[in-house]
Structures are given as C-alpha cells and as structure tokens.
C-alpha cells in the first residue's frame, strides 16, 4: 500500500504529460462541454450552432409526439369501436377521397414547415465563414493531430493513458495521477488529452478535418458540430465559442480498435490567453512567429497576393474573403523559406491551406459559393 502511494507521487514526475506541456501559459480553466453520468439530454450549448440544433432537436420533438400521440388514438378508436364484437357487420367501401387528401396533404405541410426550419440550421452550419483562426485536424490511428497552418504549428494530441502517454488505455493510478497532473480528473478519463486543440473565445474558428489513414470524425458536442474526416478530402467546420472552458468530445466514426481512445480536448480560452499560447507553441513544436506570419500575410495580399489568387483556378475565390484569406495564407507560411511569397502562393496556394480548391478545383463558382458565403 504504502509502495503504491509513493509510485504515485513519483509518477507525475516520471510520466506526467505535462512534463511535455512545460511553460504552457493556459491556466485552470472550468469543464463545460463534457457528458454527465446517466445524462440522456444535450451537453450546455456553447456555439449559436449548438444552440440553434438544440431548439430543432426540440421543436421537432413536439411534432413527434403529437404523431404519435394521434396515432395511437386513433388506433385506440380502432380497437374499441372497429373490433368484431363492437362492430359485427364492417363497411364494405374501400375509399374516402377526402380523408386521402387529407392524409397526403397534411404530411407535406408538416415536412415543409421542418424544412422552413431545419434548412437554415444546416446552411449555417455548412456555410463556412471568414476564420480567425484556421485549425487543421487530421485523424490518425489513434489520435488527432492539430496544424495552425498560419504559424506553421503542428503537434499531436493522445488520450491521456494511451499507450503513447506511457497507459495501456486502462484507468490505473499512474492514469489517475497523470490526469491530475493536467488539471483534470478521474470522470475525464477517455475525454482528456496529453495536448488540446487551444482556440480564443468569441471568434470564428474554422476547422479543416481530414483523416490519415481511415475515416475518422471530429466531434465537439458542445460546439454542435460533427465532420467525418476523409483520408485524401479536407472538409471544413466552424465554431465560435461563446464561454472559456475545456469542452471534450470524441472520433465519432468507427475507425478501428483504439476508436474509443482517441477523445478531443477543445480549450477556449481569451484571446490575450491565445496569443500567449500561440508564442508558447511556435516554440515548443516550431513554427513561424506570429509577426513574420503576419508581415508575410500583409505582403501577400498587398502586391504578390493576386498573383497568387490567379494562380488558382477560382476566379470567384479571389473576390471573397475567406478563400482569398486562405490564399494569402498558402503564400505566407512558405514566405520565411522562400523569400517571395507571390512566387510560392500559385504552387502552394492549392495545397493544404486551400480547402475548398481541392475538392473542386474546376468550379470556380461553386468554390465561391462554399468558402464565401
Ligand atoms: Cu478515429
């Protein structure tokens, strides 16, 4: 017993993933999105997204239940007035125009007033708008990977207790210890990660989502959004956190053996906060500081930017801001290497930083449509 208490208190010191974590500015920061023992409702919505998905989820629920609620009355009548005892000589006609009217019309009034409803949230969700901050996120077996393209910041992201943070994916008590280290408890087990995806709260966060090997899926369920990650496709997201806070989630598409270890640990925090990260991170996992990347993205788009822009097969991208955005970074990040953005941005700008060019790198319009609106 004793041996096992001292194992404990030495573990954070040998195995901790916060040793990794050294320096990082982000402070103790409240669990909002998490799920709740024997919970059966949504997670707090943190996003308009997740606010808006909510009340759909509940108006059509009111629906439901009135169906339901009539139809099983009307069986009820069925039963009591239709059986062979209560009725012994049954009609003999087979139609009733207006009641078939009646039940084709009254359905199609009910699916559009859905649609009215459930149509906008979708758009919303699916039109992507001008980001603040660009986050990559590839799924890997069995873990996600984060990329801030902007800075050129790449780190990898494991369950705390994985076999990469030193566990077998068991709750043991080095786990326990290690959870406690990063500022987390035993009911975070399977949620918490070694790194989280660090964002800055009240702006727009756009996430491109892929996948490396298999499909996997991004999912916070307090943000309201859920993108599979395809290998070989970048599918994009957004979100705008409205509080701080550590908010989990989970792959959410079968992706093989470890599908269950692999959680995502989203941290909003200010934006001071998120700069103060960001300098932290540039130099923990290399990457471009913040004012080269920014000096490079102002001279992109000033001068070599259209250049860039033109490169693209999209015209309607060089209109718009946030594929024009995404353009003027594809130039920046290779400017420090390269010398001359402009002359990087045409080769580049279709590569990682140009989402929406990939998948439809002929349709300028429609490119348009998707990254602008
Ligand atoms: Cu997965």
Redesign the pocket.
């Known amino acids: 017993m004793r041996a096992r208490h001292l194992l404990t208190a030495m573990f954070p010191l040998v195995a901790a993933p916060a040793a990794a974590q050294e320096g990082n500015p982000i402070g103790d920061l409240p669990i909002l999105g998490a799920p709740k023992p024997g919970g059966i409702d949504f997670q707090n919505a943190a996003t308009k997204i997740a606010e808006d998905l909510q009340w759909l989820d509940g108006m059509v629920l009111i629906i439901i239940t009135a169906i339901t609620i009539f139809v099983i009355g009307l069986l009820g009548v069925v039963l009591v007035r239709y059986n062979r005892r209560a009725n012994p000589e049954p009609k003999a006609f087979t139609h009733n125009t207006p009641v078939e009217i009646a039940w084709t019309i009254v359905p199609i009034v009910i699916l559009i007033f859905i649609g009215a409803f459930s149509l906008p949230v979708l758009f919303e969700q699916q039109e992507i708008p001008e980001a603040d901050v660009t986050v990559k996120a590839v ?1 890997y ?2 873990y996600w990977g984060y990329e801030y393209p902007d800075n050129d910041v790449a780190f990898d992201s494991y369950m705390i207790g994985s076999p990469a943070t030193g566990g077998d994916n068991r709750l043991t008590d080095e786990v326990r210890a290690q959870l406690q280290e990063a500022g987390y408890s035993e009911d975070e087990f399977k949620l918490a990660t070694d790194t989280a995806m660090v964002v800055p709260v009240n702006s727009t966060v756009v996430v491109q989502v892929t ?1 490396a090997d ?4 991004w999912t916070v369920p307090a943000f309201g959004v859920k993108q599979d ?1 395809i290998p070989g496709r970048l599918a994009e997201l957004w979100f705008e956190a409205k509080e701080e806070g550590v908010y989990f989630g989970q ?1 959410s ?4 053996i470890s ?1 269950a270890f ?1 959680p995502i640990t989203v941290k909003v925090v200010s934006q001071q906060e998120y700069e103060a990260w960001l300098d932290w991170a540039i130099a923990e996992y290399g990457g471009t500081p913040r004012q080269v990347a920014d000096a490079a993205a102002a001279a992109a788009q000033q001068g070599d930017g259209t250049e860039g822009q033109g490169g693209l097969t999209a015209a309607g991208d060089a209109g718009d801001g946030s594929s024009g955005d995404a353009a003027g970074t594809g130039g920046d990040t290779q400017a420090p290497e390269g010398g001359d953005a402009g002359a990087v941005a045409p080769a580049d700008g279709d590569g990682a930083e140009q989402p929406a060019a990939r998948l439809v790198p002929d349709e300028g319009e429609t490119e348009g449509e998707a990254g602008g609106n």
């Open positions: 799924g077996q069995w996948g298999v499909i996997h899926s990650g792959c598409e079968l992706c093989g599908h692999m």
